[in-house]
């Protein structure tokens, strides 16, 4: 079976396709010195976009991991994310506090799909 990759560089690839699921690197928001609500809107916007470049959609999404500079940002991020997630197709979930690559990023979000 064969290994798609796209958007690589010497340390990550954005886009992982094997057989008929779709890994996507955590996704941060281009915006830095946004809230986390736009944050939040800005990397569900570029996993929409990886999706689709991929051949899915944010409906085949079988799995997301969100990490959280403060977990105090919760309801704020699942405000724009229960908007975001089409009625009856919510993936399997988990969300936690940890600390990110940049004390910039609010939120991170990583996502396993059917193709």
């Not at 994310?81 to 969300?95: F, I, K, Q």
């Amino acid at each position: 079976m064969s290994i798609s990759r796209q958007h690589t560089n010497s340390r990550m690839s954005q886009i992982v396709i094997h057989g008929n699921t779709i890994y996507l690197a955590g996704q941060v928001a281009d915006n830095k010195s946004a809230d986390i609500t736009l944050q939040t809107q800005q990397v569900l916007d570029k996993i929409d976009t990886l999706l689709a470049e991929a051949g899915s959609s944010k409906s085949n999404i079988l799995s997301a991991q969100i990490w959280l500079t403060s977990i105090g940002h919760y309801s704020e991020m699942n405000s724009i994310w229960d908007a975001w997630v089409p009625e009856g197709n919510a993936p399997a979930r988990a969300c936690t506090e940890a600390r990110l690559a940049a004390p910039e990023y609010l939120v991170e979000i990583g996502v396993i799909a059917a193709l």
